[in-house]
């Protein structure tokens, strides 16, 4: 991004500095996620179902956040951009506390747990091409120059995200649901 940005923004026949910054998360959860092969819809589905959910790396430990709290940090990002220009033209990462770094297996635990009815999952044994055990992103400049912090832990944003797909398969409205969930996250306090 910075060699593309110096590249076509600060050359002539520009000559000009460009506020471009681009922005990234760990891995995210909340409530209307269809995406195949991502842990939370493909376990809503299974339970939906009445099946239990095949897991195919119970064990990899991944960064996990709730929507919300990177989404409050691209704003973040994108106001100081306007307001600043270039000195916020960077790569910003959006990652959750450590303790909310946690295993596949865990987080399957807690949304089966939240969703009730029996669900559960199982590892899949069928061959999936290799996946890093270990992911994450560093958001330490997000932190000390935003001022940005996860708002929700991961505990509640499982919570958060097992209640949304149950209240969105009884017939809920996703844009209720959706407006519900960001009426809850600006109480949280400021990022």
């Given at each position: 991004?910075?060699?593309?940005?110096?590249?076509?923004?600060?050359?002539?026949?520009?000559?000009?500095?460009?506020?471009?910054?681009?922005?990234?998360?760990?891995?995210?959860?909340?409530?209307?996620?269809?995406?195949?092969?991502?842990?939370?819809?493909?376990?809503?589905?299974?339970?939906?179902?009445?099946?239990?959910?095949?897991?195919?790396?119970?064990?990899?430990?991944?960064?996990?956040?709730?929507?919300?709290?990177?989404?409050?940090?691209?704003?973040?990002?994108?106001?100081?951009?306007?307001?600043?220009?270039?000195?916020?033209?960077?790569?910003?990462?959006?990652?959750?506390?450590?303790?909310?770094?946690?295993?596949?297996?865990?987080?399957?635990?807690?949304?089966?747990?939240?969703?009730?009815?029996?669900?559960?999952?199982?590892?899949?044994?069928?061959?999936?091409?290799?996946?890093?055990?270990?992911?994450?992103?560093?958001?330490?400049?997000?932190?000390?120059?935003?001022?940005?912090?996860?708002?929700?832990?991961?505990?509640?944003?499982?919570?958060?995200?097992?209640?949304?797909?149950?209240?969105?398969?009884?017939?809920?409205?996703?844009?209720?649901?959706?407006?519900a969930d960001i009426a809850r996250y600006t109480v949280l306090g400021?990022a």
């Amino acid at each position: 991004m910075a060699a593309w940005r110096h590249a076509f923004f600060t050359a002539p026949p520009i000559g000009r500095a460009v506020a471009i910054a681009s922005a990234r998360a760990g891995n995210v959860i909340g409530g209307g996620d269809r995406a195949e092969d991502r842990l939370i819809p493909d376990c809503i589905r299974a339970f939906a179902a009445g099946h239990p959910a095949p897991i195919r790396n119970p064990h990899a430990i991944r960064p996990w956040q709730h929507v919300l709290d990177p989404l409050c940090g691209y704003f973040l990002v994108a106001e100081r951009l306007c307001q600043d220009g270039p000195a916020y033209a960077a790569g910003w990462n959006f990652d959750p506390a450590m303790a909310d770094t946690q295993t596949v297996g865990q987080v399957a635990d807690r949304l089966a747990a939240n969703w009730g009815e029996a669900a559960g999952w199982v590892a899949d044994a069928t061959a999936h091409p290799p996946e890093a055990r270990l992911l994450a992103i560093n958001a330490a400049q997000a932190r000390s120059r935003l001022g940005w912090r996860s708002r929700l832990r991961l505990p509640d944003a499982i919570d958060w995200t097992a209640r949304w797909y149950q209240r969105q398969l009884r017939g809920a409205p996703v844009a209720a649901l959706m407006e519900a969930d960001i009426a809850r996250y600006t109480v949280l306090g400021a990022a």
